[in-house]
Structure formats: structure tokens, C-alpha cells
């Protein structure tokens, strides 16, 4: 924790000094340099381009290329900073054109979703502690195949073969154990489901044998390790997913940027 806050409090110390230098450089150099925009453009694209090499950082971990923490630190206070460049470049006015609009959105959701994984990175990992711990994503189907197969032994060939547990598991808990349920409200921190689900085979208790009663004890325990699972399923795919809007749009707005190179010195002949 001491450490996080030292991370914390130096790199926010180090954003808010650069981003006020640059806006001194802004203000003593603009009106005397012609070519000012040029120039707060190719340093707005070194930081782009070095806020990209982290994902080439990630998939090249036998390289001695310095810690990954220290690449993140880098990554989350850089983009910080690129935000501020971004607006000294626009001299602080709305972008016009449609193409420079479209750069501007390209560039305000990449932004805006390195935001959301910077808090999503913070927040489920936490939470995905409080609930055993990590489970692989890779192998949460086959986990909850097994679940199944226990259950549906229990349910449809137990040791009574009770009709009224084989009829509560053909209503209630197939659909339930047949795959991930509950996305949106596990990302809510509900358990309103399970709850009622863990009721109602509560319930069921009072119209069977003691040996059957074992049996719904049994489904109990499965029910609530499948809703465990599907706990881990949601966060752990909200991680990834966000990664397929992340990544894509970087790249998109590395395109356009390029792009938008090209047609400012074609058009402009380049700084005069």
C-alpha cells in the first residue's frame, strides 16, 4: 500500500509539473514560432507512439526492456499528459472538418476507455480476491461442465430418484449450470439470484425424504460454485473485452494520424 501511494503521489507530481511546463512553453513560444503547431504535433505523436509500445511491451517479456510496472506507470501518467498535449495542439478550440472530427473522437475514445481500464484494472482484481481468489479464465468452461455433470447426476439419478428434485432441476438449475448467467448483475455486485435460487431449494426441503434433503444440500453447494464461477466469467471478460475497444481504436487513431501527417504537409508544403 505505501508503495502504491508513493507510485501514486510521485506520478501525479511529475503529470502535474510536465503538464504545466508545456502550457508555459505554449504560452512563451506560440506567438513567436510560425511553425509552433508543427511542432506540438510531432511531440504529441512521439507520445502516442511510446504510449503504443507498451502492448508491444507486454508480448515481449524476455526482453530486457525494464519491469512491466514500470512500463504501466509510464503507460497510465504518459496518457494523462498526451491528453493535455493533445488540447495544446488544438490551442485549447473545437477541431473543424470532418476529417479532423473524426481524429478527435478516435483520439477522446481512446482516451475515455484507457480511463475505464485504468479503473476496471484497479477495481476486479480486488474484487475477484474477495472471492477465492483468481480462477483461470481458459478453464472456467470446463469447470462449469463438471458442475453440471455432478448435478445432474444428483438431481436425475440420486439416491431416491426423487421426481420432485428431477422436476426443480429440469425448471430451475439446467438453464442456470448450462453457461455463464448473471453478466450484468455480478458486475453490479448483486446476488439477488443465487439468493432466491438457494430459497426456493430451501424450500423444497420441507416436501422431501431426509435422503433427498442430503441431495438438495449437494445442489446447494454446486449452485453456489457455479455462481462463483460465473462471478470470475463476468469480471474476467469485461477485463478482455474492454482490451477489443482499447487496442483497435489506438491503432485506428494511429491510422488517421499518419493520415492526417500527410495531408497537413501536402497541403501546407510543410512549417514555414
Given amino acids: 500500500m505505501k508503495r502504491f501511494r508513493k507510485q501514486?503521489?510521485?506520478?501525479t507530481l511529475t503529470l502535474l509539473v510536465a503538464s504545466l511546463g508545456?502550457?508555459?512553453?505554449?504560452?512563451?513560444?506560440?506567438?513567436?514560432l510560425p511553425g509552433y503547431a508543427y511542432v506540438s504535433g510531432w511531440v504529441l505523436l512521439g507520445f502516442m507512439l511510446l504510449l503504443a509500445l507498451f502492448n508491444a511491451r507486454k508480448k515481449l517479456p524476455f526482453l530486457p526492456l525494464g519491469r512491466a510496472e514500470t512500463w504501466l506507470q509510464i503507460h497510465i501518467y504518459g496518457g494523462f499528459f498526451t491528453v493535455v498535449l493533445f488540447l495544446i495542439h488544438l490551442n485549447f478550440r473545437p477541431p473543424r472538418g470532418g476529417f479532423e472530427i473524426t481524429l478527435a473522437l478516435l483520439f477522446g475514445v481512446v482516451s475515455l476507455s484507457g480511463i475505464v481500464g485504468?479503473?476496471?484494472?484497479?477495481?476486479?482484481p480486488r474484487r475477484l480476491q474477495t472471492r477465492g481468489g483468481e480462477v483461470l479464465y481458459e478453464k472456467i468452461p470446463g469447470i462449469r461442465?463438471?458442475?453440471?455433470?455432478?448435478?445432474?447426476?444428483l438431481a436425475l439419478?440420486?439416491?431416491?430418484?426423487?421426481?420432485?428434485?428431477?422436476?426443480?432441476?429440469?425448471r430451475r438449475l439446467a438453464d442456470f449450470l448450462s453457461g455463464p448467467q448473471n453478466f450484468w448483475l455480478h458486475l453490479q455486485e448483486s446476488r439477488r439470484p443465487i439468493t432466491q435460487l438457494l430459497a426456493d431449494l430451501s424450500d423444497l426441503r420441507s416436501h422431501v425424504t431426509e435422503t433427498d434433503a442430503k441431495v438438495l444440500d449437494e445442489l446447494a453447494?454446486?449452485?453456489?460454485?457455479?455462481?462463483?464461477?460465473?462471478?470470475h466469467?463476468?469480471?474476467?471478460?469485461?477485463?478482455?473485452?474492454w482490451l477489443f475497444v482499447h487496442l483497435p481504436f489506438t491503432y485506428g487513431l494511429l491510422l488517421f494520424t499518419f493520415?492526417?501527417?500527410?495531408?497537413?504537409?501536402?497541403?501546407?508544403g510543410g512549417a514555414q
Fill in 157 to 170: 439419478a440420486g439416491p431416491a430418484g426423487s421426481p420432485i428434485i428431477a422436476e426443480f432441476y429440469a
Fill in 233 to 241: 466469467y463476468a469480471l474476467q471478460s469485461s477485463l478482455k473485452l
Fill in 118 to 124: 485504468l479503473v476496471l484494472s484497479r477495481v476486479l
Fill in 221 to 231: 453447494e454446486l449452485a453456489r460454485q457455479k455462481d462463483g464461477l460465473d462471478y
Fill in 22 to 32: 508545456a502550457l508555459r512553453v505554449q504560452r512563451d513560444w506560440q506567438p513567436r
Fill in 8 to 11: 501514486f503521489w510521485l506520478g
Fill in 145 to 153: 461442465h463438471g458442475l453440471r455433470l455432478q448435478a445432474e447426476k
Fill in 259 to 268: 493520415w492526417h501527417i500527410v495531408l497537413v504537409y501536402a497541403y501546407s
